[in-house]
């Protein structure tokens, strides 16, 4: 072999061995979540991962980075590498919720992420005490208002969707509740169900328990339109305040950069499991809807939702430390 012909071997195998290390390093990707283990976007993400990784060829691990609502996971992926190995799995609070409630959130929604697609969204349940007198959202109305100073409402905590969704109730029908805000739905919802506060808004997998314990009462639900788990509860609007419709979701985003033919991918890829008759089923089991959207119809999403929810923070006057 002459000297020509063992330069070209050496530059092949260099080649080969520089590619295997590339590839090596692309082989494990990661969704950061910014919530517990066992928390309902975590337990998605962690289903999400065992499907999607296959499909894009890589080994895909869920991290979780809990903090400041989720904002601290969103401030991290903002700063990660924009080539595909880092995804987020996110809640629209933080989205589209958190910058207009802390001071300092590190991240644009808008400029700092590129959205991959909306997965699902979870429409609040309107839930009493058993032991309060009223069946429906007028009767509700009517009852706090006879009794101003005597009814009390549960959130998860102060700025959170639940939080919100009452004050922008409580605006729409002139409704004055005292907020009592918990850490999280657990005790919140326990309270709740004991009488300790009368009223509460939720989502139907924290609610469920409690509502099949007899305790806890659902008279209406947040979305536009009723829920599968709940046939016979009438929604919001139906019951008397036109166009309610504050629905929390939701989605996966990618950092700012990340190339377009990763995002579409990735976003094709992330339809198909969404829409898929298995993992539906346990989106609508934990009272969520599939909400499968391309990447362009999420972007645009994420920009019309960031803007809503912003109306509703500046209306109620909410902030969060």
Known sequence: MNIASRLMQALLIAVVFASSAVFAQKDTAKLVVGYPPGQS?????????????????????????????????LAAVARMPADGSVMTLSASAAIAGNPFLYKNVRY?????????????????????????????????????????????????????????????????????????PYQ????????????????????????????????????????????????SIPTVAESGVPDFDLVPWVGMLAPAGTPKPIVDKLSEELAKIVASPEFSQRIIGLGGRPRPRSAAEFKSYVRSEVGRWATVIRESNARAE
């Not at 999400?48 to 904002?71: D, T």
């Not at 009493?128 to 009517?142: H, I, Q």
């Open 41 to 73: 976007v975590d337990v998605i993400a962690r289903l999400l991962a065992e499907r999607l990784g296959p499909a894009i060829g890589r080994n895909l691990i869920v991290e979780n980075m809990p903090g400041q609502a989720g904002s601290l996971a």
């Open 108 to 180: 644009d929604s808008v400029k700092d992420f590129e959205p991959i697609g909306l997965i699902y969204d979870a429409p609040l349940v309107l839930m009493v005490n058993s032991a309060l007198p009223v069946n429906t959202l007028g009767e509700l109305v009517a009852y706090v208002k006879a009794h101003p100073g005597k009814v009390n409402f549960s959130s998860p905590g102060n700025g959170s969707v639940s939080h919100l969704a009452m004050a922008e109730l409580m605006r729409r029908t002139g409704m004055t509740m005292t907020h009592v």
């Open 184 to 231: 999280g739905a657990a005790k919140s919802l326990t309270d709740l169900s004991s009488g300790q506060v009368q009223v509460s808004f939720d989502a139907f997998a924290a609610a469920s328990p409690f509502l099949e314990g007899g305790k806890v009462r659902p008279i209406a639900v947040s979305s536009a339109e009723r829920i599968s788990v709940l046939p």
